[in-house]
């Protein structure tokens, strides 16, 4: 989640407490309990970013031209729909095509499902691979499956051949915290760090050519 004191200057967020992602693509998902109103829930996120940025043009306006300022506080939706296309283009590991925006129009639809889990829906069509009509028959997927036609790459690290995806949903986080207050057992986070530089190496090894 990104609240507007988690934000630095150079644009990366911190500090995730109520520390939580949303397992689904769940536009109204809010993970802070004391955000009754989702004024940062999921689906808002790029609106609290946006209204970040205002904040911050205001302060350097103090030092810089406000009209300049206005001119790319204007361009925020060009830039974040771009960001967004090739931010979703590279987590499914595909190179930039000529139907960019339309394969993730197709994702963001087929993911709107909620059929599976994001982190699963990422790990089984990745590289633009196509796990079947048997495990995603509905239309949305049988659309991505079609806009991705001619886009596969070769996925030679094993993670890709294992049985699921490395995930960090909060039950499997309070199971990790919890074996080491209550036992002072790290086995099951020094198990976690493994995985999570495994699914790092494995998609830095296998990224698409930019």
């Known amino acids: 989640m990104l609240h507007s004191d988690n934000i630095n200057v150079t644009g990366e967020s911190f500090d995730y407490g109520p520390w939580r992602f949303t397992p689904e693509w769940e536009p ?6 004391f955000d009754h109103y989702g004024l940062y829930a999921f689906g808002r996120q790029p609106e609290a970013i946006h209204w970040d940025l205002a904040q911050f043009a205001g302060c350097v306006s103090l030092v810089c031209e406000a009209p300049r300022l206005s001119e790319i506080l204007a361009e925020w939706s060009s830039r974040f729909e771009a960001a967004l296309v090739a931010a979703m283009l590279r987590r499914l590991g595909i190179a930039q095509g000529m139907n960019d925006r339309e394969v993730v129009s197709a994702l963001v639809k087929a993911l709107a499902t909620r059929e599976a889990m994001i ?3 990422f790990f089984d069509w990745r590289g633009g691979r196509d796990p079947g009509v048997e495990k995603y028959p509905s239309e949305p997927f049988r659309t991505l499956a079609k ?11 094993p993670y890709w051949s294992g ?36 699914m ?11």
């Open 28 to 33: 109204e998902f809010t993970a802070a309990y």
């Open 119 to 121: 982190d699963r829906i």
């Open 147 to 157: 806009q991705l036609e001619s886009r596969e790459l070769a996925q030679s690290h």
């Open 163 to 198: 049985s699921g995806p490395c995930s960090m949903h909060i039950d499997e986080v309070e199971a990790i915290w919890s074996a080491i207050a209550e036992r002072d057992d790290w086995q099951p986070f020094n198990d976690k760090v493994t995985a999570v530089r495994l």
């Open 200 to 210: 790092g190496e494995a998609m830095e090894q296998d990224a698409p050519a930019a």
